[in-house]
């Protein structure tokens, strides 16, 4: 039986072609991973102004160590209703890469123009430019294809992917100054650098995507509203609160004193907290979307009842596919897993529809993401359904 249900699934299975085809993307994602390579390499160029190896070297490894850490943090908030990965992997690019380079050459040009010090240029200038620099994928990502920044959560996740990519190169820079040393700067050597990745990759990580988050929460606030001059109030007022959170951090850092810098501190660890905390809140609530969608599908009898649990909770989620694959080969579990992910899109799109939500071909979508659901639906093997009593939604 196992052979014959491998045999019958090609694998690879085809990918799903969503209805919603964008001009360009091909040309578009080659640009970026061509934007990508000359990226990594002046990333390298970056980390040799350590002067010698060790230098670079520790300049590049202490600007690796937290990203794994931060990528986790929003590869969980993204799970349930995930990101097209080429967006979240364009949103790195563009804030490791294109918003450095907009916002390295304005504050050239602005430090050289009005002779600002390094200390009034950073805390003023940078905020003023980093900012828009970087929100600024958010913005052509909402006017490119505007259901991938469906609400707060996603505009949180692409903000805060932007984010790390910045901090990620900023990071080099700062390392390997610190390593080279300065007039100003007592402690050079890899003893510089590592005081600076102390302060940078220990105590402050989240610093960058923290302040593009607020722009993030504007821009997925606004695009629930129906007002044109509401939207752009929270975009506009989203996108002054992160320069006014870089603002802050920047001035405490460059011209405050230690007393103003804790205070920064403080009040910059409450409010990644609170934004935490709301991410949280809203990823919750997603879980309860999926399962009141997958619940009113399958009283429409477009799914079975029995279904719901493999569909919805990780948990479980992890048992069908492991099931699938013990008990019938691992084209039966590549056969779950992707059915759980249609379904997954399916609801959640269902839920927007059903809900009056703006979704270019909705209707046309969804019934598409049924149809691929019913195509698997042949080789589909999973665990025998759920007694009622220890059914957890």
């Known amino acids: 039986m196992t052979q014959q249900l491998e045999a019958s699934i090609p694998d690879p299975l085809p990918p799903y072609r969503d209805r919603i085809r964008q001009r360009g993307r091909t040309l578009l994602l080659i640009g970026f991973i061509v934007i990508a390579v000359l990226g990594a390499a002046a990333v390298i160029f970056y980390s040799s102004r350590a002067g010698d190896v060790t ?96 609400g707060v959560l996603d505009g949180l996740v692409l903000a805060g992917i932007v984010g790390i990519g910045f901090a990620f190169v900023e990071n080099i820079g700062y390392y390997a100054a610190s390593y080279l040393g300065s007039p100003d700067i007592q402690l050079a050597g890899a003893g510089g650098a590592t005081t600076t990745f102390v302060v940078r990759g220990v105590f402050s990580p989240f610093a960058h995507p923290l302040f593009l988050s607020v722009f993030g929460i504007g821009l997925g606030l606004a695009v629930a509203q129906r007002s044109k001059a509401l939207k752009i109030l929270l975009a506009v007022g989203g996108l002054a609160g992160s320069m006014l959170l870089h603002g802050l951090w920047n001035s405490s850092l460059a011209i405050g004193g230690g007393g103003f810098f804790l205070l920064a501190y403080l009040l910059l660890g409450a409010i990644l907290v609170g934004v935490g905390a709301v991410a949280i809140a809203l990823r919750v609530r997603q879980v309860r979307i999926l399962e009141q969608s997958l619940l009113y599908v399958s009283q429409r009898r477009w799914i079975h009842p029995a279904e719901i649990p493999y569909l919805s909770r990780f948990g479980y989620r992890r048992a069908a596919r492991r099931f699938a694959r013990e008990h019938h080969g691992k084209a039966a579990e590549k056969v779950v897993a992707r059915y759980q992910r249609l379904a997954s899109e399916m609801a959640f799109l269902h839920h927007a529809v059903m809900s009056g939500r703006h979704k270019p071909r909705g209707v046309e979508r969804t019934y598409a993401l049924l149809d691929a659901m019913y195509e698997l639906r042949p080789a589909l093997r999973f665990p025998p359904a759920l007694h009622q009593g220890v059914r957890r939604y």
């Open 55 to 150: 230098g670079a070297g520790l300049a590049l490894l202490y600007a690796l160590i937290p990203l794994p850490f931060l990528w986790f943090a929003y590869w969980w908030l993204d799970r349930y209703e995930p990101e097209p990965r080429r967006y979240k992997f364009a949103a790195f690019v563009w804030g490791a890469v294109v918003a450095v380079a907009i916002a390295l050459a304005l504050e050239i040009w602005a430090q050289a123009a009005w002779d600002l010090s390094d200390e009034h240029a950073a805390s003023f200038i940078a905020p003023l430019v980093e900012e828009p620099a970087k929100g600024l994928f958010l913005v052509l990502t909402f006017l490119r294809m505007r259901h991938v920044i469906d």
